[in-house]
Every structure is written in structure tokens, then in C-alpha cells.
């Protein structure tokens, strides 16, 4: 009878613990941000890549976070490959789309409120409400 009730409150126990692990599994997860400021991110993959494009997805991020740390929190959290070239601090692939793959001359290049930046991305600071922008294009 003892070892009756002994499995029965292991059963219990792992039926409980396997719910509450399962139950986590679907979760997004989420940036902790202290400071936060409200951004919008576009990526614009090539057509003959085949993926749909990431629109007007509202995104918080630390103030003062760079284009560079936005884009690699936005990643991580959404769960999207993001290839960087830590020496020179450029994006070489987002989802596995690499600069060159589609045509040699075509590379990862990012727009803020519409406007084309050529500073690096380790270096333009996001403001409140911005709109960043990565496309693929001629170099």
C-alpha cells in the first residue's frame, strides 16, 4: 500500500513538472529593456529568396541602442538567423540570406525613416519611433 501511494505521488509529480515544462514551450520570448524606446523593423528579403517580408513589426529597444544592437536583439528574439562580421561590424546574411548570394554585387543595406544610411550599423543610434529598414541591394 505504501509503495502504492509513493508511486502514485511520483506520477503526480512528473505529470505536474512535464505541464509546466510543455507550457513554456510555445512562449515567445521577450526583451527585458529598462529604457526603452518604440521602433518599427521592415526586413525586405530578395523575391528569389522566397521568404515573406518582416513589416511594421513594433519593437522596443534599450535608448541609445545602435542599429546594430536593435537588429541583433530583434533577431535573437524572433528567432532569425543573423550573420555579422564582428570585425567590421556589417551584417553578411539575415535568415540565410548572405550578401552576394543572389548577385555578387548585392549586399544587406539599411534605411532609417526612409532615408538610406551608409554609417555603420555598430554606429547610427535609434531614436523614439524610428522605422529601420534592411533591403537587399547593389553595393
Known amino acids: 500500500m505504501k509503495k502504492k501511494i509513493i508511486s502514485l505521488a511520483l506520477i503526480c509529480l512528473l505529470t505536474v513538472s512535464l505541464a509546466m515544462v510543455v507550457s513554456g514551450c510555445g512562449k515567445k520570448k521577450e ?3 529598462e529604457n526603452p524606446i518604440q521602433i518599427t523593423i521592415n526586413i525586405n528579403y530578395p523575391s528569389a529568396a522566397k521568404l515573406n517580408k518582416l513589416e511594421n513589426i513594433n519593437f522596443r529597444v534599450e535608448k541609445k541602442s545602435t542599429v546594430m ?11 532569425i538567423s543573423l550573420q555579422v562580421d564582428t570585425t567590421s561590424n556589417v551584417i553578411e546574411g539575415i535568415s540565410d540570406v548572405k550578401n552576394g548570394d543572389y548577385n555578387s554585387k548585392y549586399v544587406w ?7 538610406a544610411c551608409n554609417t555603420n550599423a555598430s554606429e547610427k543610434v535609434l531614436k523614439s519611433s524610428d522605422s529601420l529598414t ?3 541591394a547593389s553595393k
Open 31 to 33: 526583451a527585458k529593456v
Open 69 to 79: 544592437e536593435a537588429m541583433q536583439l530583434f533577431c535573437n528574439v524572433n528567432e
Open 109 to 115: 543595406k539599411y534605411k532609417i525613416n526612409g532615408k
Open 134 to 136: 534592411w533591403y537587399y
